[in-house]
Nanobody, 123 residues
Framework: VQLQASGGGLAPNGGSLNLSCAIS????????MGWFRQASGKAREFVAS????????FYGDSAKGRFVASSNGAKNTALLQMTRLVPEDTAIYYC?????????????????WGKGTQVTVSS
C-alpha cells in the first residue's frame, strides 16, 4: 500500500490550496481515504475524509464550510480543496487510508499514512 500526497505550499490569508493523494495497492471500493494535519506542537487532527463508496464525506470542525474532500472518477486519488485559508490552517497535512468503509477520526487508529505535505498560510 502506498499513498503519495502532493500539493500544498504557501498561501495568503484568505487564499486557497489544493491537495491530492494517489493511492495504490488497494481495491478502491475497500477503503476510505482522508486527511489529517499536525501543527507544530499539537496533536495530529482529523480534517476530512471520503468513504469507501466515494459518495460520502466527513469533515472536522476546522474544515466545515471551507474545505471539500472528493475523489476522482477512478477513485484512486483523493482531493482536498481548501478555501478561505487562515494562518491557523498552517500545518503538515497527511494523507491517510483505512480499510473501514468510513475513516476513523482518531489519528492513532489510522492504519496507513502517506508522507506529509506542508501548508503555510501567511498572516
Amino acid at each position: 500500500v502506498q499513498l503519495q500526497a502532493s500539493g500544498g505550499g504557501l498561501a495568503p490569508n484568505g487564499g486557497s490550496l489544493n491537495l491530492s493523494c494517489a493511492i495504490s495497492g488497494f481495491n478502491r471500493d475497500q477503503y476510505s481515504m482522508g486527511w489529517f494535519r499536525q501543527a507544530s506542537g499539537k496533536a495530529r487532527e482529523f480534517v476530512a475524509s471520503i468513504g469507501a463508496s466515494g459518495r460520502s464525506s466527513f469533515y472536522g470542525d476546522s474544515a466545515k464550510g471551507r474545505f471539500v474532500a472528493s475523489s476522482n472518477g477512478a477513485k484512486n486519488t483523493a482531493l482536498l480543496q481548501m478555501t478561505r485559508l487562515v494562518p491557523e490552517d498552517t500545518a503538515i497535512y497527511y494523507c491517510a487510508a483505512d480499510t473501514s468503509p468510513i475513516m476513523v477520526f482518531e489519528a492513532e487508529r489510522v492504519p496507513y499514512w502517506g508522507k506529509g505535505t506542508q501548508v503555510t498560510v501567511s498572516s
